[in-house]
């Protein structure tokens, strides 16, 4: 129903900052709240950060509260994730991803029904 693609991620040393975008089409972007998520190789998907419909709400997972900041822009159709102070433990194919339900805000990833195909951050130490 939806089509994101991810942009923005890179090499980055440990202590740097990387902002990444996703921009979307194909179905109502404003409706609907927006997440990001990451994962490492042989790791299991993992919650990032999450913003309600208009985006006046946010939600962090507590690995990265405090350093990253989610964010989007509805007349562009884009969220952004930026991303501080970044760890090596930071480094993972980060995806964005739409929620199914108009107007909710979660963090699991069943209630996230659209996906792009992600971009590799990778933070060396």
């Known amino acids: 129903q939806v089509q994101l693609v991810e942009s923005g991620g890179g090499l980055v040393q440990a202590g740097g900052s990387l902002r990444l975008s996703c921009a979307a089409s194909?179905?109502?972007?404003?409706?609907?709240?927006m997440g990001w998520f990451r994962q490492a190789p042989g790791k299991e998907r993992e919650f990032v950060a999450a913003?309600?419909?208009?985006?006046?709400?946010?939600y962090y997972a507590d690995s990265v509260q405090g350093r990253f900041t989610i964010s989007r822009d509805n007349a562009k159709n884009t969220v952004y994730l930026q991303m501080s102070r970044l760890k090596p433990e930071d480094t993972a194919v980060y995806y964005c991803?739409?929620?199914?339900?108009?107007?909710?805000?979660?963090?699991?990833?069943?209630?996230?029904?659209?996906w792009g195909q992600g971009t590799q951050v990778t933070v060396s130490s």
């Open positions: 991803a739409q929620e199914a339900t108009p107007y909710g805000l979660g963090n699991r990833k069943d209630l996230f029904g659209s």
């Open positions: 194909g179905r109502t972007f404003s409706s609907y709240a």
């Open positions: 913003t309600n419909w208009s985006g006046t709400i946010t």
